[in-house]
C-alpha cells in the first residue's frame, strides 16, 4: 500500500500553534527497510499537523527519507516522499530494492557522493561530506562527518 492509498479520513491532525511546542523540532529517523515507509507516513502526519523539523537527522533509509523532505519545499515534501516510495516498491526486487538506491541514488531524487569512493578518511570539506544529497538545496546532506 502507498502512502496515496492511505484514507487520509484515517488520521486528521489538527493544526498545531508551534508556538504552543517549546525548543526545536527535530525528526530522527533510524536505518531499515520498512521503517523508512512508517517514517514518509509519520511526517505526513507531521506536515498535516503544520508541524515541520527544525532538524532532520536520519540513518540509512532515514537519512534518504530527511534528504527528500529537508531537500525539496514544504509544499512539496508530502508528494516527494510518495513519489519515491511508489517508485522504489514498483522499481526493484528483493533485496535489490534496498540496496540499489543506496549505491546508485535514485534519478530526480539524490545521488551518492562521488568521493566516497576515495574512502571516509579523505578531507573533502564540510560541504562535500556528504554520502547523499538532493540536487535541490546544496544544504541538505546525509552526513558522516566525525567531531573528535
Not at 86 to 107: D, F, H, K, S, V
Not at 113 to 119: Q, S
Amino acid at each position: 500500500m502507498s502512502l496515496s492509498e492511505i484514507p487520509r479520513q484515517v488520521l486528521k491532525p489538527q493544526p498545531v500553534d508551534r508556538g504552543s511546542i517549546p525548543g526545536q523540532i527535530v525528526l530522527v529517523m533510524q536505518g531499515g527497510g520498512a521503517p523508512g515507509v512508517y517514517q514518509a507516513g509519520a511526517y505526513h502526519a507531521l506536515h498535516d499537523a503544520r508541524i515541520e523539523p527544525d532538524w532532520v537527522i536520519g540513518t540509512s533509509i532515514g537519512a534518504i527519507n530527511g534528504i527528500l523532505i529537508a531537500g525539496n519545499p514544504i509544499e512539496r515534501r508530502v508528494e516527494r516522499l510518495q513519489e519515491f516510495w511508489t517508485y522504489l516498491a514498483n522499481q526493484w526486487i528483493e533485496p535489490w530494492n534496498q540496496l540499489a538506491p543506496l549505491l546508485m541514488g535514485m534519478r530526480g531524487f539524490y545521488y551518492p557522493n562521488p568521493d566516497l569512493a576515495r574512502g571516509v578518511e579523505v578531507k573533502v570539506g564540510i560541504e562535500r561530506a556528504a554520502i547523499m544529497s538532493s540536487r535541490s538545496r546544496d544544504c541538505c546532506r546525509a552526513s558522516s562527518i566525525s567531531t573528535w
